[in-house]
C-alpha cells in the first residue's frame, strides 16, 4: 500500500464496519457449529455470496471432500480486500450506496443451512438468532449521512502518520478477518461431514422458535468436541500436505535428473552430427501420439471418476431409500405388536367374560336340574306351613316360659339386689380388716427391716468371733505343739513311773478279776 494517499472518513468507516460485520459473522457460525453438534440446526448466512444456479445445485456438498489449502487460497483471493485509495469519494459513496441496496435485498431472504444436497428443499426454517446484515447497513447509512450533512473532510492533525497506522490497523484486521474466513469455512466442511455421518435430531429437540438463545449456545465446552475434529482434521491436511511436499522434491529431483540427463543427450546429439529432420519429425508425431494417449486416458480416468461418482450417488440414494424403507418397516411392525397386544388383551377379556358365562350357565343348570313340580311344591308348601304352625306354637309356650323365668328372674334379682347390699357391707368391713392387716404388714416390714439390720449386726459379730477363734486356734496349735515338746521331754523322765504304773495295772487286773464291779467303777473314775 502506498503511505502518502490519504483514505476518506466514508472509507475508513466501511473498512471498520467490514471488519467488525465479518468478526460478528464468524462468531455466529462458530456458535451455530457448537449447536450442530449437540443436534440442533438453525440458519446460518453463507460465508461468502454463493449463486445457487441450477449448476450449483446439482453438486452435493458433501461430495466435494477434496478441499485443500489451494481451494481455500483462491476463495480468500476471491473476495475483497482493503480499497485502494486512487478510487475517488464519489466513487466509494456510490459503492456503499449500491452494498447498501443489494443488502436491503438480501434482508428479505432465509439463508438455509443445507447440509447433504443442495437439490433437496430444506423444509426445516428454523429460528434466525442474529442478522448481521442489519447493524452494518444502519452503520453505513448513519456514516454516510453524517459525510453528507458534514461537506467537508474530518481535521485530524498529523494525517499521514494516523492514515499509515490506520492502514496497518485496517490490514491486520482484514488479515484476521481473511483468518476467521478461513477458519469458518473450514469448520463449515467439518460440520457438514459431522451431520452427513449422523442424524440430526427432531425438531422437537431443536432452539426454542421464540425467545433469546440458550446461555449455553456460546460455551466453550460444546465448542471443544467440535474445535478438536477441526484440529484433528488440520493434522490431516498438514500430514497429507507433508506428504505431498516430499513427493514434490522428490518429483523435483527426477526431474531435474531428466532434465540433466535431456541435456547430456542433447550434448551427445550435437556432438554426434545432429538429427535429421525426419527424425525430429518423427519424434514430434510420436510426442503428439503419447499426449492424445494421454489425453485419451485422462478423458477415460475422468468418465471413470464421473461414473464412480454417479455410482456412489446412486448407492447413496439407494442406501437412504432403504434406510427411509427400513424406519417404515420398523414403524409398521411397531403398530402391528401394537394391534397384536391390544387383540391379545381383548382376547383374554373375552375369555374371561367367555368363562364367566358358562360359569352362569352351568349355575342355571344345576338349578334347573334341582326344580321340583307343582304338585311337588304345593306339598312341600303345605308341610312347611304345618311346620310353620308348629313352629309357631312352640314359640308361644316357649314365650309362655320365658315370661314366667323373666318373673323368676325378676324375683332373684331382688333377692341378689339384698345380697348385693349385704355383701357390699361385708366388703366395707373386710376393706376395714384389710387397712388394719395392711397397717400391721407395715408394723411387721418396720419390724423385719429392724430384725434385718439385727442379723447383719450379728453376722459382723459372727465374722469377728470367727476372726477371733481363728486366733485362738492357732494360739491352741502353738500351745498344743509346746506340749508335744514338753511331753517328748517329759516322756523319758516317766519311763520309769510308766513300768511302776503297768505294773500297778496288772495287779489291778489280778484284784478286778477278783472284784470285777468295783475295779470298773474305778477305770471309769479314772478314764474322766
Known amino acids: 500500500m502506498e503511505t502518502e494517499h490519504q483514505l476518506s472518513p466514508v472509507t475508513t468507516i466501511n473498512y471498520v464496519v467490514n471488519s467488525v460485520y465479518f468478526l460478528f459473522r464468524s462468531a455466529l457460525a462458530a456458535a451455530i457449529l457448537s449447536s450442530s453438534l449437540t443436534g440442533q440446526t438453525f440458519a446460518v448466512p453463507p460465508v461468502r455470496v454463493r449463486s445457487f444456479s441450477d449448476s450449483d445445485q446439482s453438486q452435493s456438498f458433501t461430495s ?17 480486500h482493503l480499497f485502494s485509495t486512487d478510487q475517488s469519494e464519489e466513487e466509494l459513496q456510490d459503492k456503499d450506496e449500491e452494498e447498501v441496496e443489494d443488502n436491503e435485498e438480501e434482508e428479505g431472504e432465509e439463508h438455509v443451512y443445507q447440509t447433504l444436497d443442495r437439490r433437496q428443499e430444506c423444509t426445516i426454517i428454523e429460528p434466525i438468532y442474529a442478522l448481521p446484515l442489519k447493524p452494518k447497513v444502519r452503520f453505513q447509512r448513519q456514516a454516510v449521512a453524517l459525510w453528507r450533512v458534514g461537506g467537508l473532510p474530518f481535521q485530524v492533525p498529523n494525517v499521514q502518520a494516523e492514515t499509515q497506522t490506520q492502514r496497518q490497523q485496517m490490514q491486520k484486521l482484514v488479515d484476521e478477518n481473511d483468518a476467521l474466513k478461513l477458519t469458518v469455512h473450514r469448520l463449515n466442511v467439518e460440520l457438514s461431514r459431522y451431520q452427513a455421518k449422523f442424524r440430526p435430531l427432531s425438531r422437537i429437540n431443536s432452539l426454542p422458535m421464540t425467545g433469546p438463545p440458550p446461555p449455553w449456545l456460546l460455551d466453550m465446552k460444546y465448542l471443544s468436541p467440535l474445535l478438536l475434529a477441526y484440529e484433528d482434521r488440520m493434522n490431516e491436511k498438514d500430514a497429507l500436505l507433508q506428504a505431498v511436499e516430499e513427493e514434490m522434491k522428490k518429483l523435483r529431483f527426477r526431474v531435474e535428473e531428466v532434465v540433466k540427463e535431456n541435456e547430456r543427450l542433447n550434448d551427445e546429439i550435437a556432438k554426434s552430427g545432429g538429427v535429421s529432420p525426419k527424425d525430429c519429425h518423427q519424434l514430434q508425431q510420436q510426442a503428439i501420439l503419447v499426449l492424445q494417449e494421454n489425453q485419451v486416458l485422462i478423458d477415460q480416468l475422468e468418465v471413470q471418476h464421473v461414473k464412480a461418482k454417479a455410482s456412489y450417488n446412486r448407492h447413496h440414494s439407494e442406501v437412504s431409500k432403504v434406510s427411509k424403507k427400513l424406519m417404515l418397516l420398523e414403524e409398521e411392525k411397531q403398530h402391528l405388536q401394537e394391534e397384536l397386544e391390544e387383540i391379545r388383551r381383548e382376547a383374554q377379556v373375552n375369555q374371561r367374560e367367555l368363562q364367566e358365562k358358562i360359569k352362569e350357565v352351568q349355575g342355571l343348570q ?33 314365650v309362655e ?19 348385693k347390699t349385704n355383701l357390699t357391707v361385708d366388703i366395707e368391713r373386710m376393706e376395714a380388716d384389710l387397712e388394719l392387716g395392711r397397717q400391721a404388714n407395715r408394723k411387721t416390714e418396720r419390724r423385719m427391716t429392724v430384725l434385718k439390720r439385727q442379723k447383719e449386726e450379728y453376722v459382723l459379730k459372727e465374722v469377728k468371733a470367727r476372726h477371733y477363734l481363728g486366733a485362738v486356734m492357732s494360739v491352741a496349735e502353738q500351745i498344743s505343739k509346746e506340749r508335744d515338746q514338753l511331753i517328748h521331754m517329759d516322756k523319758q523322765k516317766f519311763i520309769g513311773t ?31
Open 64 to 80: 466435494e471432500l477434496n478441499i485443500n489449502r489451494d481451494r481455500w487460497s483462491e476463495d480468500l483471493a476471491s473476495q475483497p
Open 498 to 528: 510308766i513300768l511302776e504304773g503297768t505294773v500297778r495295772f496288772r495287779k489291778l487286773q489280778e484284784d478286778v478279776k477278783v472284784r470285777p464291779s468295783f475295779w470298773r467303777k474305778c477305770s471309769l473314775l479314772l478314764l474322766k
Open 366 to 398: 344345576a338349578r334347573l336340574k334341582d326344580a321340583v313340580t307343582w304338585d311337588e311344591h304345593n306339598s312341600i308348601i303345605s308341610k312347611l306351613r304345618w311346620q310353620l304352625e308348629q313352629e309357631e306354637a312352640r314359640k308361644r309356650s316357649e
Open 401 to 419: 316360659e320365658l315370661l314366667l323365668k323373666v318373673s323368676t328372674l325378676q324375683k332373684e334379682n331382688k333377692s341378689l339386689a339384698l345380697q
